[in-house]
């Protein structure tokens, strides 16, 4: 399995004199540092020349790139006309950058499990959403890999790829959101390994919330790699034995959460684990 570092996405660690149109090539740059293989891109503005030159910067690093986006998948009307010609115009943008996979996720602050409307219709505008990105991921040679982001649990979106039935409609399982849904991670993993091609590998430790008696008793906070309550090298052995491709599967590293904030210390160290912790799954 190939590994990543996702540190795109949480634009506090960026030099904060570091223009916008730099990030991109700054966070290559990083990855590669690392030793890592992928990088996790924020949305490379400029244009086509500034995409030629992110790309050509990536293929001299031998850092592989991956992108994100995403909608209510969830709505309906002319909301969800609109959301798909956005997602249409990431996997585009994705072919531009030479990524295989987009990364999506549905708008779970508005739409997820616990409704309304009721689950099983939820996920049936799910998939029939994702099903008209068929065309525009097969046309681009961009895979759409679905995260269970906060919204549902593993299973369920296991049931909207089944729905789908779309080798261009896949799944990027992560390890650490079953407990928003209050799922066992594992069993998110369980329910997505089938159908993953790129992953987040997340770690989350469980805490008191402080006795308070009209909160819940426990939280979760986020952690590097390895020091919380995510059984990861299990989570790995399952994506190993049962990933369609695991040779091509990206462990992307990504930390949700953080009580003290976001921090190099935090990637690097979870870099770490993923070379020496998961090493004999690795490339």
């Keep these: 399995m190939k590994t990543g570092l996702i540190i795109g996405a949480h634009t506090g660690l960026y030099p904060p004199d ?12 990083r ?7 992928v990088a996790h891109l924020p949305p490379v503005s400029g244009g086509a020349k500034a995409i030629r030159r992110v790309r050509a910067h990536a293929a001299e690093r031998g850092v592989e790139l991956e992108v994100s986006g995403g909608m209510d998948y969830v709505t309906e009307g002319a909301e969800r006309a609109a959301g798909l010609a956005e997602v249409v115009g990431a996997i585009e943008h994705a072919r531009a950058l030479g990524c295989s996979v987009l ?7 508005r739409h997820n499990r616990w409704g309304p409307p009721p689950v099983a219709r939820q996920l049936e505008l799910f998939a029939a959403s994702l099903r008209e990105l068929v065309p525009a991921a097969e046309e681009n040679g961009v895979v759409v890999a679905v995260e269970n982001h906060l919204d549902y649990r593993g299973d369920e979106i296991a049931a909207v790829l089944e729905m789908v039935d779309s080798s261009w409609v896949r799944a990027a399982p992560d390890t650490g959101n079953g407990y928003a849904v209050f799922a066992e991670p594992l069993d998110d993993v369980r329910a997505l390994a089938p159908y993953a091609v790129t ?13 308070d008696v009209r909160q819940l008793p426990w939280r979760p906070v986020g952690c590097a790699l390895g020091q919380g309550h995510v059984d990861l090298c299990e989570a790995a052995r399952i994506l190993a034995k ?3 491709d695991p040779a091509s599967l990206r ?3 990504e930390i949700s959460w953080p009580p003290g904030g976001w921090t190099h210390e935090l990637y690097e160290e979870s870099a770490r684990f993923l070379k020496t912790r998961l090493a004999e799954y690795l490339n």
């Design 242 to 244: 049962r990933a369609p």
């Design 31 to 37: 990855c590669a540092a690392l030793g890592l293989d």
């Design 18 to 29: 570091l223009p916008e149109a730099e990030r991109p090539v700054w966070l290559i740059d």
């Design 199 to 211: 992953t987040h590998v997340k770690d989350v430790r469980i805490v008191p919330s402080g006795g």
């Design 103 to 109: 990364r999506t996720a549905n708008a779970h602050l």
């Design 251 to 253: 462990l992307i590293v």
